[in-house]
């Protein structure tokens, strides 16, 4: 698992335990498709500041990615 995975997981993990389980990230178009494999939905319209995509994982996608790659804790 890369470097980026992890730290999206990480980030599902922290929400979880600190906030209600989302995670939101503006995402490159070329990335939009990994983020849709690891539970996240478009969040809406292109960011007009970045260009990016905004994806949200939901608490449900948050517990599966933190329950399936970070079963062993961080």
Known sequence: MGVGKTLVFFACWY???HFDGHVM???KTSKVPLYQGMGA????FKDDVDG???MIFYPQSSKKNVN????GGV
């Open 25 to 27: 990230l503006s995402s």
């Open 41 to 44: 939905f478009i969040g809406g």
């Open 15 to 17: 929400s979880l335990e």
């Open 52 to 54: 990016g995509h905004p």
């Open 68 to 71: 399936t790659y970070l079963s």
